[in-house]
Structure formats: C-alpha cells, structure tokens
C-alpha cells in the first residue's frame, strides 16, 4: 500500500481563533478592586438618588443591578475556595494548589485521592477501595510510612507498575483518621469509608493490587467517584480475549510453530490462559516450555510479567520477543530490555491519551500512567477503544548520558529535564509494528 | 416622584451613575476572560496518510517575519519537553543583516504522534533537496517539500511498519537523485529473524536492540530496500553484547552515515545497543558501547556490499582510565568523508572515546583505521583545565567541509557519568585543519600514539592541527550535541548559490531526553569562521525574547502557542527556491 498525500489546506484563522492562538491572558483577579471600588461607588450614587428621588425606575432598576451583580461577582472569586478541606492539622499536611484546587470530597466508601504537602513536597495520595478493612494506601513518596491515628505508622514498599509506595491499613467503619509520613513531614488525612458498603475486592491484597489501584485512580482523575467494585484482575474482558486471539494469529502469520505461556492464577490469568491455548490449537501452534527460538506470550499480571521480562533479558528465560496481554502496559514491565510486544486499542502518545497521563500526573504526581489506568478512565468518560488492536513495540533507550533506573527512577545524580512523569515511558519507544491485527 | 431630566439639580450624580453601569458592564464582559490577541499566523495544513493507516499533519504557523522575499533559514527539529504538546520543526531567519536576524519565523507542527525525540535530519541540504525527520522513539521518518521555505509541506511518512528490519532512525543522507540513506540504529520490530529486500536474514533481538540497518527510501519516504548492516556470520560476541544474547552476535547499531556517490561508497559508525545500554542493572555495559565502522560499496543503490567491519583502536589514554568505557574507540557516533573523488579516506569519531580516528583509504577490504587527534588537546586550546580530557566527553558532530579544508566536531563536555563536575568541563565546537593529512595519500605518518600527543596534538607534520576551539559553556547536564554548515553565500542581487567554502557554523545544544549529559541548555547558537579557521560568536543571532546571543527554545510561547521549553536537535543551513541559483 502505497501511502497518499493531500494538497496543502489553508486555513482562515479568525482573531484569537484557534486552539493554539497565541493569547494573552489577564487574570480575572487583576481587575477585582477595580471593580470592586467601582461597583460600590456605583452603588452608593444610586443610593444617594433613590433618596432625593431624582432617579427615575427604570434607570434605578438597570443600575442598582449592575452594581449588585458585580459586587456579586467579586465576591465570588474573592471567596472562592482554593485548597481542600478534608486535610487536618495534627500534621503538617495541608492540599495545596491546582491539584487541591480539584479535589473534592469523596462520597463515603469511595477510593480517595488527595494531594498533600509532606517533607517539602507535594505528594499524592490514593486510598482504596475507601470502606471499612483492609485499604491499599499508595505514597508518592520513597520512604512513605502509613497507619491510623491509633497504630504504629507501617513502612510502606514499591510495587511492579507503580511509582507509589504502598502500605496496607486496616479502616474502620465511617469518618476515619489515615496518619501519613514522608521526607520528613508528616500530614493526617479524613477518610469516611461509609457503612454497609459490599466488600473490597480481593484482587486488592493480592499482587494485582497496584493495577486495581491504578484503575481505580483512573476512574477518579476521568471524574467517575463511584465505589470500587471490581478489578481487572477479576476477570477477562472481550476485547483483551480478542488481542489475545489476534496475537496468537498474527504469530502463526509469522510462522510460528511453538510458542511459550506465562499465566498466573487471577481470575484473568487463567482464562486468558485458556484463551490463548485454544486459539494455538486453532492456529495448529504448540504451547512449549520457553525457548530461544520460541516467543514467550504472559497473561501474567504487572508483577509476574515483569520477573518474565527481567528473566529473559538476563537470559534466565530464554525467549524470541516478550508478547504481552493487553494489561501488561506497565513502565515494570516495558523497561527490562526483552523485545516486548504488547497489542493495544489505542495509541499511547497521542492528545487523547496524553490526556490521562496529564490528569494522572496532576492527581497523583510521579505515578506512572498504565494501559489499566487509562481503560478506566476511558470508561469513566464513555470512550470507546478503537475496534481493533495493532501491536506495538516498545523498549527504554538507554543511552550515554540517559541515567535512569529500570522503573523510571533516577538513579542519582541527575536530573529529569522536562515532564518525564507524564510520559508513559520516558526516553522509551513504544511504536505500532502491526497495522490492525484481525480478531475474527 | 420627580421625573429624570437632565435639567435637574444633581446631574453630574446620575451621569456618574450610569457610567459607572456602563464601564462596569464592559469590564464584567472583558475582565474574566481579558484576550489581548497578538497578530494571528498564517495557518497552513499538509497530511499525509502513511501505510499504518494513521493520517499525519504538518501545520505551519508563519508569523509575518517570514514575509517578504526569500532568504536564509536554519530549519531546527525540535521536540517539546511536554510530552504531551506537539513536536514541531522550527524555521528561523539565518540571513546575515535581516532585521530579523535569529527570529523564528514558522513552526510546523506534526501530529498526531507526540514525543517523537525529534532527532536529525540530513547533513547538508542542496537545493531542491527533500527535507527528512526522524522520530528516534517514534521510529518514524517525516519527509518535507521545501519548494515553498520558510513554508514546508508534508509530503511522506516512513512509519514504523514500513521498516520491520530496523528502528530508531537516527541519520539521513541525501543522494543527488533526491532519495536517501538512513541508518536506523535499533534492531527489528519483532525479535527472530527478519528478511531484508535482498532476501538475506538476520536474526535480532527487537527494537532498539541490535541489529540496526540501512533503509533507502525515495523522495516521498517509501521504503526502497532495507539493506543488513549485520555480519551474516556474526561477529566476536566478547566484543559486541546483545541484550538478550543473540545466537550471532552483532556491533550493528549505525549512528552517524556518510555517502560519497563519486566513490560509491557509505560508511557508518556504530554507536550504542541503545536499549538498555547504560542500564543500573547490567553488569557488562562496556560490551554494548560499540567501536565499529561499517564501509559499504553502493555501486547496487539497492543492494550494497558490505566491504568491511572495521573496530577503532584505543589510544594512550586508555590505559589511564579505570573503565573500558572511557577509552578511545568506545561509541563510534559520527563518520566523515571528504568531499574530493582523489580522497579516498573517512574520519570517525567516538562518542565516550573522545578521540577522531582517520583510515587513509576505506575502499580496501581493511581500511588501516588509526587515531590520528584527541579531543584533550582541543581542550587545551578551549582553555580547559589540564584534567579535562577526552574521557567521557561526548563528542558529537564531526562533517568535513566542502572545501576539504577543514573537520568540524562538537563536543558535550565531559559527562556526569564520568565524574566530572559540571561547571568545570564545558563543551565547545573546535575546527582542525586536515589537509596536510589528506594530502599524505595512502601513507600518512600522523598517530596519537602517546600520551603526550593526546595532549597536544600529534608531532607528525601531517597530523591534524587545531585552527580553533570555542568553549560552549553552561552548567546544564548537557552540551553541543549537533552542528551544520552553511553551505551557502550571499551574492548580488539578494540571491544566493552554494559555497565550497565556508564562513559560517551552527550548534545545537541537546542530546536526548530524560537524560544527564544528554540535555542542554537547548540554544541554537551562530559561529563566523574565517579563512584560517578563527571560530567567532556572531553575537548578532539574538533571541528575539531574551536579546541574547542565540535562539533559546526554553520559551514559553511559539508562533504555534504557549507550548513551552523544547529541544533542538537537528540543525540545517537552507534558502528559499526563488532565491537559490
């Protein structure tokens, strides 16, 4: 196929058109005294006239309103709230700007996200599923610490796929105190977890916990502040069935004769496991042990998939190319340098995708944007992924001078020029190989 | 009730009151969203749909700076430090007396991809020439008409799918029949065996692994033939890691490509396994910093023959080093070829190395590749601290001039994964005369062989002299990384033709993202060279927002919009068509 090219189309522009139009813009805060001064002014000479009568009513009427409605107004904004109020003083915490400024309470029983000053930073904080038990409470923060009013603060740790540390709290039934530590600050947070609310989750205490977090953040920073039911974990979808399918066939197109399996027990693993079994059948593929010749697929989840991927590019494991279930979009698992392949419903560097990677990055600073994450808030906002997936490539450059650590972390003594963290795999690749893949 | 009337005792009261209304109701409509609109640009739109069913667009915003009659421009690829605001190419007014001198012009923004790691384009650009982009991380390769400069128009797209032999598109060199070469320095799409267009096969171990290739596209960035860069009999895996290991190991990762169709012949140096290479987690990382150069014979366009697979030799700085790393041959960045059919040599330079190496003679089947100057004597003469060295210090752009007078080279400065401290190594771009090397034909006696000579240049008569070296100095984590030549005089009548002789250079300072000594301070700066190879500042190539000598894209606003800081990577010299004879 040969690729077409269209004439030049130029394009009118009307003044201050345009959603790139170079403007500048003045605050409406700027002009607020003015205003102000001018509409009391205004407001004492309509008085003034009222009370010599020299004022007739319509004139009285148009007036007195302008002025009211401006005194209104500036009112308004001055009284504006600008930060949260849910953050308490026992600590030294406290929501602060444009990410507090969008914070609102969340309903009781619902996952919680909130941004907290802590040790000289602005650390996010997310809480799910939010309800009476056990909660995964996930710190921006390396040394974050978690715990109730009435307990020890508990060390936190890192999980595969997440820049969080996440500590495990016990909440109790309704309006709650999380205490939280980092950097060396410490900030309390009110959590409501409500009351007879269903269970959590259970793919929340396992090793899946991150990626139902990270849906569940997703859900949140798209707006959706329903409760947490489910995780993606729980169970396989019909389209992730599908690009399952539509990689087993796109390897027999290739030639393949055999192919490798990691699952895991989940509810998804498993029949994924099958799925992908049934479709080698269909395909006249074999399922092997992994071999050098032999591509390795994983419906594993974040963690298992990357110990697969740190096992091949140490040779451990030996494999021809890393192909992942749809899930597995997870900065863990793409930066092991294995040759991973993973089919996709949309295309990660692209405006609409960027914008949840922009809004996850606004809510829960640092925290790495997922393919979870992002179908959740697809869902949230009624989206639909495209109909059928391609297959991309991706890999991390790292080159001379490029000092970052396997999950994204610095490694020291640098610094990350520009907004890395919104970049769903900074200094990486991730590049379609594959037109649509047929599903059928 | 009294009536209102103008007549009435109390006037100026009422007349205040309802100006007051007015004024306030004109602020409520134009206080909240107060627009002041600066002059709009022009708008124009160019797509293309590539083979991977995605439309591309390439939309220009020509501010009225680039009215008026064609002239001189330095075209900038830039990448937004916001991933998620769109990369575009920069159009800047390079002519010498405009009084726009530095400003930008136009900038063409692409999408829908973003975070492309805007990357190189071709060397040197003739006229008529097509302009080629690379998206390194984007493994897409955008191609331009550039009848209508400062205006571009997007003509092709060479996208991931259409080169599944290779990723990483890092250099482009144009031939005089409009198509090109590029390197592309990652290995294929998928992991396993690829077959390239002459039916060979190579098996690699996935993208932005190993091995890289050659792909000849056409003047709408088709692919032509993807050509292996890759020893079918593998190469010594001591020598050349793969991460996974590859059954046949290969040091094939092209970076830096050179052509001479008067020779029929393509040399391309090998540069990095890019994934993963530097990575915390490998213990062997020495293995996949690369010490190799690839010569090709091109007589078959389509189907060249690798005449050989050269590895650079250390020098005496080596053995003063604690890690391989740092040694002379490691990361072969860049080639050179002069530009006379009677010179049959190529230069090359390392990257970590810091050193350039000369082979007299590559059409043989084993060029005698030998150093021949180190970057620690162009210190010297920067003014540089005697402990700064050519260790680490990556040396970027390395082009002979047409003339075959001089050999240009960039240097970032010694890196923070050397150790060094910022603010004590600096960069600099330095000029060495060579023709007393080419002249020595096939016999030159010039070898940095000691470590005197490392310091201070090789005591053969015939070794490369230094004629000058401009410090670069900032304190970010990066340097110079790339330059161009001004392949072009003015002459009378506004017009303007191609020079042999060149008086005028260009930096840019930024490497790759996410990285330290792979940043910059990201300015585009401008540098007079006179006859006998003085380097000076013109001082006159000024940020239009700043007033300062060179054009810094750490700005906040563009002729696009409020997009922010971005990183310029490939430079280029270019003239309007209606003024280029």
């Known amino acids: 196929m040969i690729g077409s090219a269209e004439t030049q189309v130029p394009v009118a522009v009307p003044p201050g058109g345009g959603h790139l139009a170079l403007v500048q813009e003045t605050p409406a805060g700027g002009m607020l005294p003015v205003l102000a001064l001018a509409a009391v002014v205004g ?23 302008v002025c009211v409605l401006v005194l209104s107004f500036v009112l308004g904004a001055t009284l504006r709230p600008v930060g949260g109020t849910d953050t308490t003083a026992a600590g030294h915490g406290t929501a602060h700007g444009a990410a507090a400024a969008a914070e609102r309470p969340s309903p009781p029983g619902t996952p919680v996200l909130r941004t907290l000053h802590l040790g000289g930073e602005q650390v996010g904080v997310l809480v799910v599923p939010g309800r009476p038990g056990r909660n995964l409470v996930g710190i921006g923060a390396a040394d974050a610490r978690a715990g109730t009013a009435d307990e020890a603060l508990r060390k936190g740790q890192r999980r595969p796929g997440s820049a969080q540390t996440w500590v495990t709290v016990d909440l109790p039934e309704g309006s709650s105190t999380l205490r939280i530590s980092a950097g060396g600050g410490t900030a309390s947070l009110t959590v409501d977890t409500g009351r007879d609310r269903p269970a959590a989750p259970p793919a929340l205490g396992t090793a899946d916990g991150p990626e139902c977090a990270a849906a569940a953040a997703g859900a949140l920073v798209a707006g959706d502040s329903g409760p947490l039911t489910a995780c993606p974990s729980d169970g396989l979808t019909a389209d992730d069935s599908a690009a399952l399918r539509a990689t087993v ?22 029949k994924a496991a099958a799925v992908v079994r049934s479709a080698a059948r269909q395909e006249g593929i074999t399922v092997s042990a992994p071999g050098r010749n032999r591509p390795l697929l994983v419906t594993a989840g974040w963690a298992g998939a990357t110990r697969v991927a740190d096992a091949v590019e140490s040779g451990r494991t030996p494999a021809q190319g890393v192909y992942l279930a749809p899930w597995n979009l997870a900065r863990s698992v793409l930066t092991p340098s294995a040759g991973q392949l993973i089919p996709l419903r949309f295309t990660p560097r692209t405006a609409r995708a960027s914008a949840y990677a922009e809004a996850l990055a606004a809510r829960l600073p640092g925290e790495y944007p997922s393919g979870s994450g992002y179908a959740a808030w697809q869902r949230a906002r009624g989206e639909e992924p495209q109909a059928r997936p391609r297959l991309f490539a991706a890999s991390t450059a790292y080159v001379p001078g490029t000092m970052v650590s396997a999950d994204g972390g610095d490694t020291g003594g640098g610094h990350q020029h520009g907004a890395a963290g919104a970049d769903w795999l900074p200094s990486g690749m991730i590049a379609p190989v594959s037109g649509p893949m047929r599903e059928g | 009730m009294r009536r209102f009337s103008l007549g009435q005792p109390g006037r100026p009261l009422r007349l205040a009151v309802c100006l007051t209304a007015a004024g306030l109701t004109a602020a409520l409509l134009t206080g909240s969203g107060n627009a002041t609109a600066s002059p709009e640009p022009e708008r124009t739109t160019s797509k293309f749909t ?9 939309t220009n915003h020509m501010t009225s700076a680039a009215d008026g009659r064609g002239r001189e421009w330095m075209l900038t690829w830039a990448g ?6 769109p990369d575009f190419l920069a159009v800047v007014d390079a002519t010498r007396n405009s009084p726009t001198y530095g400003e930008v012009v136009n900038t063409v923004t692409l999408g829908p991809g973003l975070a492309n790691e805007a990357h190189h384009m071709q060397y040197v650009w003739h006229k008529g020439d097509r302009l080629y982009a690379g998206g390194l991380l984007a493994d897409t390769v955008y191609v331009f008409d550039t009848k209508a400069l400062p205006a571009l128009k997007l003509v092709g797209v060479n996208s ?13 060199q144009v031939l005089s029949d409009g198509t090109t070469y590029a390197t592309y320095l990652g290995g294929p799409d998928l992991p396993g065996p690829c077959t390239y267009t002459n039916g060979e096969v190579r098996v690699g171990n996935g993208a932005a692994g190993s091995p890289g290739e050659i792909v000849r596209m056409d003047e709408n960035g088709q ?16 020598q050349c890691g793969n991460v996974p290991k590859l059954e ?42 690369r010490q190799t150069v690839r010569v090709w014979d091109i007589t078959n366009r389509n189907d060249p023959e690798l005449l050989s697979v050269s590895k650079m030799p250390d020098g005496p700085r080596a053995a003063r080093e604690d890690k391989e790393m740092w040694h002379e041959s490691r990361v072969v960045m860049e080639p050179a070829l002069p530009h006379k059919k009677h010179h049959k040599g190529a230069f090359a330079s390392s990257m970590l190395g810091g050193a350039i190496f000369y082979a007299p003679d590559v059409t043989v089947p084993n060029p005698k590749w030998r150093e021949v100057f180190d970057d620690t004597t162009a210190y010297r003469k920067a003014g540089a601290d005697r402990d700064v060295t050519g260790a680490g210090d990556a040396g970027s752009w390395l082009m002979v001039s047409p003339d075959d007078r001089y050999l240009f080279h960039t240097v970032m400065g010694q890196s923070t994964p050397y150790g060094a401290p910022l603010d004590k190594t600096t960069g600099m771009v330095y000029v060495l005369d060579i023709r007393k090397l080419l002249a020595a034909g096939d016999n030159p006696k010039c070898d940095i062989d000691s470590i005197d000579e490392a310091y201070r240049g090789g005591k053969e008569r015939d ?25 072009f005089k003015q002459v009378r009548g506004g017009l303007y033709k191609e020079t042999e002789h060149i008086s005028r250079i260009a930096t840019s300072n930024y490497f790759i993202a996410g990285s330290f000594s792979g940043d910059g301070n990201h300015e585009v700066c401008m540098y007079d060279l006179s006859r006998s190879g003085k380097l000076r500042q013109d001082t006159r190539f000024r940020d239009e927002n700043t007033g300062r000598p060179c054009v810094d894209f750490d700005r906040t606003s563009w002729p696009h919009g409020d997009t922010g800081p971005a990183r310029p990577h490939g430079i280029l010299f270019t003239v309007s068509d209606s003024v280029l004879k």
């Open chain 2, 223 to 238: 692919t032509i033939a993807e050509i292996p860069a890759a020893l079918a009999e593998g190469e010594d895996p001591e």
């Open chain 2, 80 to 85: 937004s430090a916001d991933p998620a605001k």
């Open chain 1, 249 to 270: 066939r796109f390897l027999a197109g290739r030639g393949t004769a055999s192919l490798a399996l990691v699952s895991d027990d989940s509810p998804r693993g498993r």
């Open chain 2, 160 to 172: 991931s799918v259409d080169t599944p032999c290779g990723t990483a598109p890092d250099a482009f």
């Open chain 2, 248 to 289: 046949k190991a290969t040091c094939a990762n092209p970076h830096g490509i050179a052509v001479s169709e008067e020779r029929d012949i393509m040399v391309a140096s090998d540069f990095v396994e890019a994934r993963h290479f530097m990575s915390p987690k490998l213990p062997d990382q020495a293995s996949l910093a």
């Open chain 2, 50 to 58: 590539a083979n991977d069913g995605v439309t591309y667009t390439a």
């Open chain 1, 43 to 65: 407001l004492v000479g309509v008085v003034v006239l009222v009370r010599r009568t020299t004022l007739p009513r319509p004139y009285l009427f148009a007036s007195g309103a």
């Open chain 2, 463 to 487: 070794c490369p002299a230094v004629t000058d070296a401009m410090p670069i100095r900032d304190t970010t984590d990066g340097g110079p990384h790339w330059g161009a030549m001004d392949n």
